[in-house]
């Protein structure tokens, strides 16, 4: 068992989880409207996708990069229709009072929405076989338990970096404001729509 796997799939999780794409923008926008343990939810809601996805680069390697240059096309119309309807949702929606925000948030449907998110960009997983090229893992099936140690790395990376995140936005928050907190989720709002039409116009290019 090599325990370097887990400290090399530490690194992945936190690179691939680096909030810059949609994801990212929606566990921002729902730290901010609704509070930290919100944000974290919505993080360790991507981090099981991210996590999903590796266990698929690890075992499925050459099936898996076939399989999604078949169907690109559909898989970016199912993840632009997803992005759409995430970015109208957040682009409405009207920031909560910490006060009562455990009263009023799903915290299993933020988890949730997130991990779907998360999961409608199967391509994701060849930035990760990417991630791992670079990081020079290679044949990480030779045995099951550092298999495990390597998604277990990926995992916690990913949660580490929202956690820490969060943690810094929710402080951030209280200084916002309510108009600050909506401006928050009409810019989030736009760049998750953005990522849609990207999304659709990219079809043109298959």
């Known amino acids: 068992m090599d325990i370097t796997l887990f400290f090399k799939g530490f690194l992945v999780g936190i690179i691939i989880s680096a909030p810059i794409g ?5 566990c921002i926008q ?3 409207s609704y509070g930290r343990l ?3 939810l919505s993080g360790i809601g991507a981090a099981v996708g991210d996590s999903i ?3 698929i680069a690890v075992f499925g390697l050459t099936f898996i990069s076939g399989f999604l240059d078949e169907k690109e096309a559909w898989f970016r119309i199912a993840g632009g229709i997803i992005l759409l309807y995430f970015g109208l949702r957040v682009y409405l929606s009207k920031p909560q009072d910490c006060s009562n925000q455990d009263n009023e948030v799903n915290h299993f449907g933020i988890f949730g929405s997130a991990l779907l998110l998360t999961i409608s960009n199967p391509l994701v997983i060849l930035s990760i076989i990417a991630v791992f090229a670079v990081l020079g893992i290679v044949n990480p099936t030779s045995s099951y338990p550092s298999t495990a140690l390597l998604i277990l790395g990926v995992f916690s990376g ?9 943690n810094i936005l929710s402080n951030y928050r209280k200084r916002m404001g309510q108009k600050g907190v909506l401006l928050v989720n009409r810019i989030t709002g736009l760049f998750i729509l953005a990522c ?3 999304a659709f116009l990219s079809l043109l290019t298959i």
Do not use: D, H, N
Request: glycine share 12%; charged share 5%; hydrophobic share 60%.
């Open 22 to 26: 949609p994801v990212g923008a929606l």
């Open 53 to 55: 996805f590796a266990v």
């Open 196 to 198: 849609s039409g990207y």
């Open 30 to 32: 729902r730290t901010m």
């Open 38 to 40: 919100s944000g974290i």
């Open 158 to 166: 990913a949660v580490f970096l929202w956690i820490i995140t969060c």
